[in-house]
């Protein structure tokens, strides 16, 4: 079992996803402790967290969850994308009673929803990406002088 912080991780993304149905906090918090998932992660961002008894080692800093938040969530609309793609996603926007009125949501409108979804998950997973990397880089040299002022 995952600790407390990968759980309020999975329940922190299941929230900011909108609680959707075809997810669980459980299921995510699975994905998490995966060692693929850990992997990508660890590619990204050059570090090498590991899987121990079911829970992350060492623990996730805050930077490093939230980029493997959007790392999560870019994956999960892409999850979208290939099911509205594979016709196994119907989305309704209106059912009529009296005059017996039904529309269906076009499968391209409803893809490239998820499309800019996962486009801008994606921008955040490079801008964090990025932002750690700076942060986590170490000087390259110790010996630094201003240059003169002219």
Known sequence: MACAYITDLATLIYNNLGAPSDVSISSIQTKLVSTGFLGRLNNSINTSYSIVSGDISPELGINEQSLYSQMYISEYYSRKINQIIGGTDIS???????????TRSSQTEVAKVYKDLKKQAD?????????????????STVDYAPPPIN
């Not at 309704?92 to 039904?102: A, L």
């Open 92 to 102: 309704w926007t209106s059912i009529g009673d009296g005059d017996s009125k039904i």
């Open 123 to 139: 921008e955040e997973i490079t801008r964090l990406t990025n932002a750690y990397r700076v942060n986590a880089s170490e000087p």
